[in-house]
């Protein structure tokens, strides 16, 4: 598409000359904005994938991709009895990994002079090691003490706070107290730490402790029942056609299923809505740097007026003069958009090092973990996102070249020599 004339000419109209610095200066600055702009944007993009799937592997993690409990009543859910069986049947079904009892409920946690509201999960040691988030960061000493009537796990965060370790003790409070002729009295009982986990999520390493099934069916007086049983299926993305399938073989356990996409969805679509409201402001900063391509190259133009009235005359065509100077602006797109790519990429390989040493610089918390809910700032690179972006600086890069060049093909060799 591009002789050898052309591309000797565009190369020489990209080297400054004296008396002709400050279009060079003006090329160089869109370079350095398209490339910033392109590297901004694949950092961003990088960070909110990698927070929201940080986040719904967190959540899910914990909670499972979907729940069944009990029918409603004038109580709240009725529990469910005969879980173990249900448990089984539901691991049969395809799409489903695990299915694991649980009982929760809101309590207050006392240690020495800290308290705090948290809540409490109720599951076997089996459940709990099935539980991936929480039982990779527990020892197998804390499944084996992981029993009877005085056990629990708590998180990391609680520990820190509280002052808490192995063989310390934790008082439960609950609100849902016993009735006696004195009055509604909430029952209170102390437990002893075996087990200290970090689900990587600051939300749930303050606030979240497990007790050994039975002593959460004592401590919550639910006798042999269960609140719900939480499901991980093998692809999240496609729980609904697992919830189906679950419905369809229980419908006459006279059970509710709720998955993610139910309980989350608000949360997550505001997610989607952020980056995509981010991706397009963005980009505003890739198109002001195309508008400043646009002005040196119509610049260059008015200065190479006499250049291009001498090529005309001496046999370049229209079109080999249009093609010079797209090469002149494409060549500043391309260069700048390469080397946006490259720096993003980088960052986002290191960025949870360069947060670190920001941090030592400044003094400040850049991230803080109560804010975000996560402890470390994520990063996850979607080639996809990549190419979209190098594509779209390109094409940003190319139509702002095409005005300018069109305007020096037309450029009438006569006028342009005249007053030379």
């Known amino acids: 598409m591009f002789g050898s004339f052309e591309r000797m000419v565009a190369k020489r109209y990209l080297r400054a000359r004296k008396g002709e610095r400050f279009v060079s200066v003006i090329a160089i600055f869109s370079l350095i904005g398209i490339a910033l702009g392109v590297g901004t944007l694949i950092v961003v993009m990088a960070v909110m994938n990698g927070f929201k799937d940080d986040l719904l592997g967190r959540i899910l993690g914990l909670n499972g991709d979907l729940s069944v409990y009990g029918q409603m009543s004038y109580n709240g859910p009725q529990p469910i009895t005969d879980y173990d069986r249900l448990a089984s049947r539901m691991e049969k079904i395809p799409g489903v990994k695990v299915a694991i009892p649980f009982t929760e409920g809101q309590v207050l946690l006392s240690a020495g002079n800290y308290n705090s509201g948290g809540m409490v999960r109720g599951m076997s040691a089996e459940g709990l090691k099935k539980l991936t988030v929480v039982s990779k960061s527990?020892?197998?000493?804390?499944?084996?003490?992981?029993?009877?009537?005085?056990?629990?796990?708590?998180?990391?965060?609680?520990?820190?706070?509280?002052?808490?370790?192995?063989?310390?003790?934790?008082?439960?409070?609950?609100?849902?107290?016993?009735?006696?002729?004195?009055?509604?009295?909430?029952?209170?009982?102390?437990?002893?730490?075996?087990?200290?986990?970090?689900?990587?999520?600051?939300?749930?390493?303050?606030?979240?402790?497990?007790?050994?099934?039975?002593?959460?069916?004592?401590?919550?007086?639910?006798?042999?029942?269960?609140?719900?049983?939480?499901?991980?299926?093998?692809?999240?993305?496609?729980?609904?056609?697992?919830?189906?399938?679950?419905?369809?073989?229980?419908?006459?356990?006279?059970?509710?299923?709720?998955?993610?996409?139910?309980?989350?969805?608000?949360?997550?679509?505001?997610?989607?809505?952020?980056?995509?409201?981010?991706?397009?402001?963005?980009?505003?900063?890739?198109?002001?740097?195309?508008?400043?391509?646009?002005?040196?190259?119509?610049?260059?133009?008015?200065?190479?007026?006499?250049?291009i009235a001498i090529l005309r005359t001496m046999g370049a065509s229209r079109g080999a003069i249009m093609r010079i100077f797209l090469m002149c602006g494409a060549s500043v797109g391309v260069t700048g958009t390469f080397a946006g790519t490259i720096i993003g990429i980088l960052f986002c390989k290191n960025i949870e090092h360069i947060r670190q040493g920001l941090q030592k610089l400044t003094g400040t918390n850049l991230f803080n973990p109560e804010v975000y809910y996560l402890e470390h700032l994520p990063a996850k690179l979607d080639w996809a996102d990549v190419i979209q972006i190098v594509l779209m600086a390109l094409a940003l890069s190319l139509l702002a070249t095409l005005y300018p060049s069109w305007k020096a093909a037309r450029t009438d060799p006569v006028e342009g020599l005249r007053n030379e």
């Open 138 to 307: 527990l020892t197998p000493e804390s499944f084996e003490r992981f029993k009877g009537d005085d056990a629990i796990v708590i998180g990391k965060t609680l520990a820190d706070r509280a002052g808490l370790g192995i063989g310390s003790k934790v008082t439960l409070i609950s609100p849902q107290g016993s009735a006696t002729v004195m009055g509604n009295i909430p029952r209170i009982k102390a437990y002893t730490v075996v087990g200290i986990f970090d689900s990587g999520m600051h939300e749930y390493n303050s606030s979240y402790v497990f007790l050994p099934i039975s002593a959460a069916q004592k401590f919550f007086q639910i006798k042999d029942g269960v609140i719900g049983i939480q499901i991980s299926t093998t692809d999240p993305a496609k729980v609904q056609k697992t919830t189906q399938a679950l419905i369809s073989e229980f419908r006459e356990e006279n059970l509710r299923f709720l998955d993610w996409t139910q309980s989350n969805n608000a949360f997550f679509g505001a997610v989607q809505v952020e980056q995509n409201v981010m991706f397009l402001i963005l980009t505003l900063i890739i198109l002001v740097a195309a508008f400043n391509v646009i002005s040196s190259l119509i610049m260059m133009v008015k200065d190479k007026t006499r250049d």
